[in-house]
């Protein structure tokens, strides 16, 4: 089993915003006050250089999991 510092802190980092965003029920500001942390940092850890749109979030592509 290979083993990759970087990437399982990424996974483990993805795994905990996904939980505070479904914790606030995908409320950005409440889950950023959950964890401690900011906007940008939350959209870095999933992968997003921006917060979704508002037609991005119709289409099922936004932070909804």
Do not use: C, F, M
Request: charged share 30%; net charge negative; aromatic share 2%.
């Amino acid at each position: 089993l290979p083993l990759n510092l970087d990437q399982a802190i990424e996974e483990a980092e993805r795994r905990v915003v996904k939980q505070a965003l479904e914790l606030s029920a995908g409320n950005v500001s409440a889950a950023t006050r959950l964890l401690g942390t900011n906007r940008n940092r939350l959209y870095r850890i999933l992968g997003q250089d921006k917060p979704p749109t508002a037609a991005s979030d119709e289409e099922g592509t936004g932070t909804d999991t």
